[in-house]
């Protein structure tokens, strides 16, 4: 497949950067001061040189294979605002980061069409979504962590990593963040974790070789799409525990790589036994590593985006044809 020149925005960096990785040009909007959503090629990420900064008022003037919207507003308002009538006829995806918000299991999708691609995350995100006429394709996270980073888990701490909890509040399980550390050492890191009592952000980076001391990861969310963070953590070697809520449910195998459950208690009652049990902790944490090689490797990711972008190229051009 020839390299496409595709369109998108830095909604998630860390997950742009792992999208990246699939062999293709990414011309990334930006804005003057670089605002939330126009960020382009910006920050502490190691961009490759397939990563292309566009301003703005250049889209029109560029020539794209397909269009990646990755929000409402990109999709509602910037393809009419920054891109030409020819552009927007374009092949397009909407990739769809987090579960319905409004309503669990009734909220439409703002994308109802049979002529584009929808594409969830996880396939919990699909399953709730009212996806309307547009047709749907799942493609679970894809990871990397440094080769040289190993689970070391000697700190006798669990670890949290969720960015703005405090301002996020029950839908990311600030409370139930809050509950645990009453009876537990806990670490909070992440964008405004200092709201919290917690440490600050870690960069991206950094993350894996800062989370490899901690005893576990202690995913408290209760809703929303599955966090890179428990991957990561996971293809280190490291036992996370988790509200078993949204795709979370399916990612952690009870006693053999970490815990999940929706008894708070019992969830509390597993860290403090991982924090006695060291060995248990490792045990859990390479089977952990294992299964998040075979599920949320890179390879299978950038495979299953080459498919994605092959189909949805191939179904425009044989259209217009």
Not at 196 to 211: K, N, R
Not at 229 to 256: D, F, K, Q, S, Y
Request: some cysteine; glycine content about 8%.
């Amino acid at each position: 497949m020839r390299p496409l020149n595709i369109l998108t925005w830095h909604t998630h960096g860390s997950y742009l950067y792992y999208l990246t990785q699939v062999p293709h040009r990414f011309y990334v909007l930006s804005k003057p001061g670089r605002p939330a959503g126009y960020g382009g090629r910006c920050g502490h990420m190691p961009w490759g040189d397939n990563v292309i900064d566009l301003p703005v008022e250049d889209a029109a003037k560029t020539e794209f294979d397909c269009i990646l919207f990755q929000d409402d507003d990109q999709y509602l308002k910037d393809q009419f605002e920054f891109l030409t009538e020819a552009q927007r006829r374009l092949p397009r995806i909407y990739l769809e980061h987090d579960t319905p918000r409004e309503h669990p299991t009734d909220m439409p999708h703002p994308v109802d069409d049979p002529d584009m691609l929808l594409v969830h995350c996880t396939h919990f995100n699909a399953l709730m979504w009212n996806n309307g006429r547009t047709p749907v394709r799942v493609v679970e996270h894809g990871v990397r962590v440094p080769e040289s980073v190993q689970y070391d888990g000697s700190l006798e701490r669990g670890l949290t990593v969720v960015n703005h909890l405090a301002r996020r509040g029950r839908r990311l399980g600030g409370d139930v963040f809050l509950r645990a550390r009453e009876r537990l050492p806990i670490d909070l890191v992440g964008m405004g974790a200092e709201e919290m009592g917690g440490l600050g952000e870690v960069l991206h980076g950094e993350l894996s070789a800062f989370s490899a001391r901690y005893r576990f990861l202690f995913n408290p969310i209760r809703y929303t799409s599955l966090g890179l963070a428990v991957i990561e953590a996971m293809l280190i070697g490291m036992p996370v525990v988790a509200v078993a809520t949204t795709e979370m449910a399916t990612v952690i195998e009870n006693g053999r790589t970490g815990y999940a459950g929706t008894d708070v208690d019992a969830l509390i009652a597993h860290m403090q036994e991982l924090l006695r049990e060291p060995e248990l902790a490792r045990r859990m944490g390479q089977h952990a590593r294992a299964y998040a090689r075979e599920r949320f490797g890179i390879e299978r990711f950038v495979r299953d985006w080459q498919r994605v972008f092959a189909e949805v190229t191939a179904t425009r051009s044989a259209a217009v044809a």
